[in-house]
């Protein structure tokens, strides 16, 4: 067997599949492994270049072969798909995934650390809980509104809905029994998961305080401690963008292309990339369209009212958020908090 150059690596939870190339591009190896044999086989290998997919578990598996000595590159599974040849099975995904580790235009993935995908973790975590309580809210809702019992929408009147059924003040024989225990056990539930989620984000907190992107981050306007921490976990090193349009279009923030004959042709977003992300500047976004319309003082909230006299306001809280990516990039490149002026004409003129 001659020596492998690249290697293309199709993993999964316990078979994994490796097709090598040598430098001159011909096949060396193909090799079906088992999950606790991956570590030594590569061991034993010279250090090469390593291409794999970044899906469950790829950057657990690409921290421990860098640990050996490789170089790995991840890559989105959809870039990788225009080199599967014909049929799909593991030995035919790791020889696309060795042919797509060599283009040279190729976008790879940055390995992220132990730390933060911890940080990462805990966000999901974090929405999984919020949508549970969302449910129970809604369930709720709808059930005592079939006795004739709503309340003003958000979660902070919940405790005002729940009062009339279950409060000192309320009157026991307008509800049946059944009901009033159910509304009960949905209480106990939602007390419950709020616990949880304060306890979540008193963990955010404690991180936002020791890493210094986060702090940096959080001095945008519309962007506070969920989505400074979710950014700075997520991005990895600002440099891996050309620009902050760049880091923009990575989170989606930016018009599909539909464009031929040298006529432009711009849709909505394309909605691509890390959809956690563009959520969190979305919602920060409508924050300060609010302020906006309080005329608070500021390049950005200027920008803002400018333009919420010829958009909707929907529309500019989109395009607001692809400006608040900017500047969170600008931040991180330059290692400095957010200054208004500055950095807003420098992101504008990229």
């Known amino acids: 067997m001659g020596r492998a150059a690249t290697i293309g690596l199709d993993i999964a939870k316990h078979v994994f599949q490796v097709h ?7 096949v060396v190896l193909r090799k079906r492994l088992r999950r606790s044999e991956l570590l030594t086989f590569f061991a034993k290998l010279h250090p090469c270049v390593i291409g794999i997919e970044a899906c469950g578990s790829a950057h657990h598996w690409a ?25 799909k099975n593991d030995a035919v995904d790791a020889e696309a995934i060795c042919e797509a580790v060599t283009r040279p235009t190729m976008r790879f993935v940055a390995v992220k650390s132990e730390e933060q ?23 709720l809702r709808a059930h005592l509104a079939e006795f004739g019992i ?18 000192p003040e ?8 059944l ?66 349009r760049a880091m923009a279009a990575w989170l989606g923030l ?42 608070c003082p500021g390049s950005l909230f200027e920008w803002v009212r400018k333009l919420l006299n010829k958009k909707p306001a929907r529309l500019v809280s989109v ?11 600008a931040v991180l490149m330059r290692k400095a908090p957010y200054r208004s002026t500055a950095l807003i004409g420098s992101v504008s003129a990229g």
């Open 20 to 26: 090598g190339v040598g430098e001159n591009g011909s």
């Open 63 to 87: 921290r421990e072969l860098e640990r050996l000595g490789h170089t790995v590159r991840l890559m989105a599974p959809a870039y990788v798909k225009p080199y599967l040849k014909r049929s």
């Open 117 to 139: 995908q911890a940080v990462l973790i805990v966000h999901r975590a974090r929405a999984l809980l919020v949508r549970q309580r969302t449910m129970l809210v809604n369930a």
């Open 150 to 167: 709503i309340a003003p929408q958000g979660i902070e009147r919940m405790a005002e809905l729940v009062a009339r059924v279950l409060g």
């Open 170 to 177: 309320a009157d026991e024989n307008a509800i049946p029994r």
């Open 179 to 244: 009901v009033r225990s159910v509304v009960g056990a949905y209480k106990a539930q939602l007390d419950a998961l709020q616990a949880e989620i304060d306890s979540l984000e008193e963990k955010m907190k404690a991180w936002h305080r020791t890493n210094d992107d986060s702090r940096r981050l959080a001095s945008i306007p519309g962007v506070g401690l969920i989505t400074a921490t979710a950014l700075a976990a997520t991005i990895q090193n600002a440099d891996q963008f050309g620009s902050g």
């Open 254 to 295: 930016t018009p599909r292309q539909s464009s031929s004959g040298n006529k432009e042709r711009l849709g909505r977003i394309t909605k691509a990339g890390n959809g956690y992300l563009r959520t969190l500047l979305v919602i920060g976004a409508t924050s300060i369209l609010r302020s906006a319309k309080l005329n």
């Open 319 to 329: 395009a607001l958020a692809n400006k608040l990516a900017r500047v969170a990039w």
